[in-house]
């Protein structure tokens, strides 16, 4: 039943590995979104997909990387951990337009 | 740069009596508002939204009224209950052309309902 879900919840890594944080939304939603929850606690869009093609990109490095094989999925992909990428990650969905968005329930990367 | 702000952090307030959660904004682009309400361990939670076209909006408990001259939304909970304890994000969005739901977060206000 779950609307927005994202898997690993806990990822533990060490710094320079690469790794994959997963979602999937049951929503029938046309755009995904991943978002950052750094030490602060503060919520900071990374990218969006709409209909299979990135809308939205900040500045975020390129070491990552958003994909989606269809719409009911968008893939976080991680290159060369660095030891600043410790966060709370949240995978999100919505219909475009003045629709909210559904959060997953995050997935905590720690990098040693 | 902050976008949303949350001045306060925490909040504590009686079973029974009105919470009231404020929020502030800096760009006047913004044109829908929402809070989301979350527990530990999970993801934020929508709870309530107002168009930049309305003052306020009311769904059962929750009130949010949006002040646009002064850049000010506000919360109001009532009767406040011990389960509404949570952090409460604000969130506000600008949409444009490509239709992207560009969200940004106040950094949250923990409320605690004591019983």
């Known amino acids: 039943d779950t609307a927005v879900s994202q898997t690993p919840k806990y990822l533990v890594t060490q710094m320079g590995n690469d790794k994959s944080i997963k979602c999937e939304q049951n929503?029938?939603?046309?755009?995904m979104y991943w978002y950052k929850q750094d030490s602060k606690k503060f919520l900071k869009i990374m990218f969006s997909y709409n209909n299979k093609e990135l809308i939205i990109n900040e500045t975020v490095p390129n070491r990552f990387s958003p994909k989606s094989p269809d719409k009911a999925h968008l893939n976080l992909h991680i290159n060369s951990l660095e030891l600043g990428d410790s966060a709370v990650y949240f995978c999100?969905?919505?219909?475009?337009?003045?629709?909210?968005?559904?959060f997953g329930d995050g997935t905590r990367l720690s990098i040693l | 740069d902050q976008q949303v702000k949350q001045n306060s952090p925490s909040l504590s307030v009686q079973e029974g009596r009105i919470s009231i959660l404020n929020c502030d904004y800096t760009?006047?682009?913004?044109?829908?508002f929402l809070w989301y309400k979350k527990y530990p361990a999970e993801g934020p939670t929508f709870l309530i939204s107002?168009?930049?076209?309305?003052d306020k909006n009311e769904d059962g408990r929750f009130t949010v009224f949006l002040n646009k001259s002064a850049k000010h939304l506000s919360l109001h909970i009532v009767p406040s209950q011990p389960g509404d304890s949570a952090v409460y994000f604000c969130a506000a969005n600008h949409f444009d052309q490509t239709g992207a739901n560009n969200l940004f977060f106040g950094t949250g206000t923990r409320l605690t309902v004591i019983p």
């Open positions: 999100a969905s919505s219909q475009s337009g003045i629709q909210p968005q559904h």
């Open positions: 760009n006047s682009m913004f044109d829908y």
């Open positions: 107002i168009s930049s076209i309305k």
């Open positions: 929503l029938g939603h046309d755009t």
